[in-house]
């Protein structure tokens, strides 16, 4: 099964409001980083948060990460119909130096 | 290039025959992934290159997967007697090592018929 597991898997919101993702994973891990997907091409990172770090800022997108819980948050604040696309979280496993792990994603649309 | 580039961006093939599918990663960057997505679904680890270290191909499906990496730049990922479950696009990632940043490629979208 997945590494990362986002939810919701689609979430639909009115330009303007908050958009909330979240991310669960099973392993311990090296650091998360979530990335954003337009029209099922290529990904982009947005933001990586270490297991050592709790949250992180940049921009409009807020990321926290619980290590006990093993789960992390992606918050993007005052959203605009642009933000509309998928996000994944991916996971780098604690001990390894290899291969990122995605979940399986959340659709966000934005309606203008 | 500035970016990970990826050829062709689409591939149509018939049932049975080979396909290559190429990856030109940033110049630099140690790590290289292939990944595979199908419509709508999340990402599905292939392969994995660091350095000069043995790839991981934990997450080739079949033995009819395969991928080089030569002179540690270029990449290529072969699938030969394809299958209409390959049907897919084939991502491509850099990083200056692993479990850093990615950087990905634009993708090349295979369809079998």
């Known amino acids: 099964s997945q590494q990362g597991e986002e939810d919701p898997q689609a979430l639909s919101i009115q330009e303007g409001e908050n958009a909330t993702m979240n991310c669960s994973y099973k392993?311990?891990?090296?650091?998360l980083q979530w990335y954003r997907q337009n029209s099922g091409r290529g990904l982009v990172h947005l933001i990586l948060i270490r297991s050592n770090e709790r949250e992180k800022h940049s921009g409009r997108l807020r990321v926290t990460l619980d290590t006990s819980k093993k789960s992390s948050s992606l918050l993007i604040t005052a959203s605009r119909a642009a933000d509309t696309a998928s996000y994944f979280c991916a996971t780098a496993l604690q001990g390894s130096a290899r291969q990122l792990t995605f979940g399986s994603g959340t659709q966000l649309t934005v309606l203008p | 290039g500035a970016g990970v580039s990826q050829s062709p961006s689409n591939k149509v093939t018939e049932k049975g025959k080979d396909v290559e599918l190429r990856c030109d990663p940033i110049s630099g960057h140690t790590a290289l992934y292939w990944y595979r997505q199908s419509l709508g679904q999340g990402l599905e680890f292939l392969i994995y290159f660091q350095g000069n270290s043995a790839p991981d191909k934990s997450g080739l499906p079949s033995d009819r997967f395969s991928a080089e990496r030569t002179g540690g730049s270029v990449s290529t990922l072969t699938i030969q007697r394809t299958q209409q479950e390959d049907s897919a696009v084939y991502l491509c990632a850099s990083s200056i090592k692993g479990a850093t940043e990615a950087f990905f490629g634009q993708g090349t979208r295979l369809t079998v018929v």
């Open positions: 392993t311990s891990i090296n650091n």
